[in-house]
């Protein structure tokens, strides 16, 4: 299965708050799990990314929790901000002799209201 | 930070006729990418490309779709005949271990 499951579709926070979105997947193979945020009109840009060798990473106000065993990842956006305001996508890595490519989840959007 | 450069930024076509995009990698990245993404849904994976040959490609890669590294810098993709469904933006990207994505060139058609 290659599917990557994302939830919710669409958050919205107040500002300083919590945003949590959440991913699930089913193939063991999948070997880096990043974040992209996406403005409209705007390519995806890499948030963070983790290995499934780590259960956690924090880069700032960004931390991607990761449970290998239920085989789901998850994006806390701490103090959340109106310019955070985007459409985030939780991706899974997958190779196939030299290439690898990205699977990626539905897309949450995110609302912070000020 | 290098980047990944796309153009047109905005592609409009009429059904048929052929359309060409293209892409400038990073470089010295050897991987190359195409994605598509239909407005409102999610990023989907068209072909990888390595070494001037496709080593793997979607299911929505089908005949009218082609890649090409003309010249040593570029990286096009070729939509032969298109189609309504073909409206999107499309994304070049190229990979060292994490992706790098381009701006995105919007095609619509018409």
């Known amino acids: 299965q290659q599917q990557v499951k994302q939830s919710p579709q669409s958050l919205i926070v107040q500002k300083g708050g919590i945003s949590i979105i959440n991913c699930a997947y089913e193939n063991t193979a999948f070997d880096y799990f990043p974040w992209y945020q996406q403005f409209p009109g705007k390519g995806p840009a890499l948030l963070i990314a983790?290995?499934?060798?780590?259960s956690e990473k924090k880069e700032g106000r960004f931390t991607i929790s990761f449970n290998k065993s239920a085989k789901q990842f998850s994006l806390h956006i701490m103090d959340s901000q109106p310019g955070d305001s985007a459409t985030y996508f939780c991706?899974?890595?997958?190779?196939?002799?030299?290439?690898?490519?990205?699977?990626f989840g539905q897309g949450t959007t995110l609302q912070v209201k000020p | 930070e290098p980047e990944v450069t796309q153009t047109p930024s905005h592609q409009v076509t009429q059904m048929g006729q052929e359309v060409i995009l293209r892409c400038v990698p990073i470089s010295n990245h050897l991987y190359f990418y195409w994605y598509r993404q239909i407005l409102g849904q999610k990023v989907e994976f068209l072909v990888s490309?390595?070494?001037?040959?496709?080593?793997?490609k979607s299911e929505i890669f089908d005949d009218q779709f082609s890649v090409e590294r003309p010249d040593g810098s570029n990286f096009t993709l070729k939509i032969r005949s298109t189609k309504l469904e073909d409206s999107a933006m499309y994304f070049c990207?190229?990979?060292?271990?994490?992706?790098?994505f381009g701006p995105g060139t919007r095609l619509t058609v018409l």
């Open positions: 991706a899974a890595s997958l190779y196939s002799g030299n290439t690898g490519k990205l699977i």
């Open positions: 490309f390595y070494n001037n040959e496709i080593s793997e």
């Open positions: 983790i290995r499934p060798d780590v």
């Open positions: 990207a190229t990979e060292t271990g994490r992706w790098f």
